[in-house]
């Protein structure tokens, strides 16, 4: 498994392709930096605006590297418990019922207080074990024998107090569970970390990671993501779908469309059986790629200016 996982990562071209063969289409830019991630044994921190890509990313990389992909989801409020492990209570309880049920046994008066207490002790330990230990999505990805693709979604909703603890994995590859000691990676997984901004990062999380910022494509690449994930659309409706996507972003608007709702739109258009744009066409799918009433306004006013463009492609 180890040396398949370096034959598909043993160069920058040999990734770009394998990342167009599971549909998940990529820069130079992009394929360097999860090789140089692979490599330097570091995790991405993936920036950009939402919609562009940034999860997709991690799931394109285990899919094309036939890896398990972890995926924790942040949010405020995270925790250890939930991120990293929990004790199974709904057990422990189970097995203290039953280890009650022989305590008279355990601690009978011939066997003398002494010993009873010595016996007692003998259980000590058994309740934080690894028999009652729940992994959670951070220690699943260390126990991984062959590896994983550790997603770590939308680590800035996370709080500071969460990011810090983040920084031993991250650095080391380790965690410590106080009742068992360290547990180190069996294989050091892929970490892709992703981020839309919604507060500043610190310095140290920074510094452990590479970075790679993810920025709406050029239209010639964006043809290429539609053409490859919307089975049966034609070149000539690609190209006018993506001008006036392009152009939209142009506008003032509250929420510009993402490369995911382009894709949604040219689904959309490809199901009503569309040929080309329309302002008809256009004014009546707008909400699969506009998400607020005022901006939704905004294009309806240059829809036809826009539309007329877009046909020119």
């Known amino acids: 498994m180890k040396a398949k ?16 063969d599971v549909a998940y289409i990529v ?9 140089l991630a692979h490599h330097l044994e570091k995790p991405i921190l993936v920036e950009g605006p939402a919609g562009v890509g940034k999860t997709e990313l991690a ?8 890896l398990p992909l972890i995926r924790l989801q942040c949010y405020e409020g995270l925790d250890e ?18 280890l009650k049920d022989k305590l008279d046994d355990i601690i009978s008066r011939k066997n003398g207080f002494q010993s009873a207490m010595e016996k007692l002790h003998q259980y000590d330990d ?11 999505p951070l220690l699943k990805a260390l126990q991984e024998k062959d590896g994983a693709v550790l997603l770590i979604d939308e680590v800035d909703k996370s ?26 990676a069996a294989t050091k997984p892929l970490v892709f970390l992703t981020s839309n901004n919604t507060r500043e990062l610190s310095e140290a999380l920074k510094r452990r990671c590479l970075h790679l910022f993810i920025s709406f494509p050029e239209p010639a690449l964006e043809r290429e993501i539609v053409l490859r994930r919307v089975p049966g659309i034609s070149e000539r409706l690609t190209r006018q779908i ?45 909400n699969t ?7 939704i306004a905004v294009v309806a006013e240059k829809i036809h200016q826009l539309t007329a463009t877009a046909i020119r492609q």
Not at 127 to 134: D, K
């Open 5 to 20: 996982i370096r034959e598909r990562l043993a160069s920058v071209p040999a990734l770009e392709a394998g990342f167009r």
């Open 27 to 35: 820069d130079r830019r992009i394929a360097t930096t999860v090789y």
């Open 59 to 66: 799931k394109a990389t285990a899919e094309y590297l036939e």
């Open 81 to 98: 418990a939930k991120a990293l492990y929990e004790w199974k209570y709904g057990k422990q309880l189970l097995y203290t019922q039953l």
């Open 126 to 136: 058994i309740f934080f074990s690894w028999p009652f230990l729940e992994p959670r």
């Open 159 to 184: 709080d500071e107090e969460f990011e810090a603890f983040l920084l031993e994995i991250l650095s080391d590859f380790q965690v410590s569970v106080p009742e068992i000691g360290t547990i180190r």
């Open 242 to 286: 993506v001008k006036f996507i392009q152009d939209v972003r142009e506008l003032e608007l509250k929420k510009v469309p993402s490369i995911s709702e382009t894709i949604d739109w040219a689904r959309v258009l490809t199901i009503l059986h569309a040929e080309v744009l329309a302002p008809a066409l256009v004014r009546d799918t707008l």
């Open 289 to 295: 790629f506009i998400k607020f009433e005022d901006d």
